[in-house]
């Protein structure tokens, strides 16, 4: 199983947005429903940097 930190890194070094959305969805999914993020319509990659942050913080805060 890979590890949420590997995850995390993951959708941070991918270049192409197309595909950092489709990570970033794809991990977010995966999370318990309780940490889950509620998805905006329209998604940049400042709100993704910001959206892993706050997944980090939130799985952190549970481990």
Known sequence: ????H????EVRE??????RIMKLKRLNSSLPVDK???MP????NAYI???LDIIE????LVA
């Open 41 to 44: 319509s329209l998604i940049t």
């Open 36 to 38: 889950q993020l509620e």
């Open 49 to 51: 940097r910001r959206a």
């Open 1 to 4: 199983m890979i590890s949420l």
């Open 57 to 60: 913080e939130r799985m952190t």
């Open 14 to 19: 991918e270049k192409n947005t197309d595909r």
């Open 6 to 9: 590997s995850r995390l890194s």
